[in-house]
């Protein structure tokens, strides 16, 4: 039973550009979380997907964006990167929203 | 604002010993407390978790102890072993985890042989 996947597993891009993160969900699971850890600190909620719709938002600006497609999966986007967006970027999925979420390896975004 | 403060930011056991890490929080509408094990180039992985209306959770070695009068909770690894080597994140949630996950900002430990 495959666990949560994300790709890539790292990345390197420069200021200005876009990138697109992927997640597939664990089995049987259907809400999508994604969260941005900074080196040496907690992960930080961005946002929850649910249902194909963005159900909560954290302190994040608009320039993260997100989708859920009808088998669950998820995108995360970043427009206009700055060096502050160099973090590992989580994903995270649930039965449903409330349950435990479980955790992928993460993203490595580097930015030059 | 910080609302999940972790201490400490590192510790050093001897393996046999007692690790032991303590969270504060702010928001009294939490009610749902997870700890979270975090391997070198590994996402967080969901150890323990405790619910405000129990004051302690043992799961084998890993206790949560909970004092909702003082708003804190520690976790306590018993009998630590040099595979417990890893960054420990608190969390709390609202809602029942129907709310987002505010986590504590890590303590990496360290079990020496």
């Known amino acids: 039973d495959a666990g949560v996947t994300q790709s890539p597993t790292h990345l390197i891009k420069t200021r200005g550009q876009q990138v697109t993160l992927r997640c597939s969900p664990k089995?049987?699971?259907?809400?999508v979380s994604w969260y941005q850890q900074a080196l040496g600190q907690g992960p930080q909620f961005i946002f929850q997907y649910y249902e194909e719709e963005e159900r909560q938002r954290g302190n994040f600006p608009d320039r993260f964006s997100g989708h859920q497609f009808p088998n669950y999966s998820s995108e995360l986007n970043v427009n206009a990167l700055l060096l502050g967006d160099s973090a590992l970027y989580l994903c995270?999925?649930?039965?449903?929203?409330?349950?435990?979420?479980?955790f992928g390896d993460g993203t490595r975004l580097s930015i030059l | 604002q910080q609302q999940v403060k972790q201490s400490p930011q590192s510790l050093i056991v001897q393996k046999g010993g007692i690790s032991i890490i303590n969270c504060a929080y702010e928001n009294t509408a939490f009610d749902y407390f997870p700890w979270y094990q975090q391997f070198p180039g590994k996402g967080p992985a969901l150890l323990i978790a405790?619910?405000?209306?129990?004051s302690e959770k043992k799961e084998g070695r890993f206790t949560i102890s909970f004092n909702k009068s003082a708003k804190q909770f520690s976790l306590h690894i018993m009998d630590s072993q040099p595979g417990d080597s890893a960054t420990y994140f608190c969390?709390?949630?609202?809602?029942?985890?129907?709310?987002?996950?505010?986590f504590g900002k890590g303590t990496m430990l360290l079990v020496s042989p």
């Open positions: 089995s049987g699971h259907d809400t």
């Open positions: 969390a709390a949630t609202e809602n029942s985890g129907y709310s987002t996950l505010t």
């Open positions: 405790i619910r405000p209306d129990v």
């Open positions: 995270a999925s649930s039965l449903t929203p409330g349950k435990p979420q479980h």
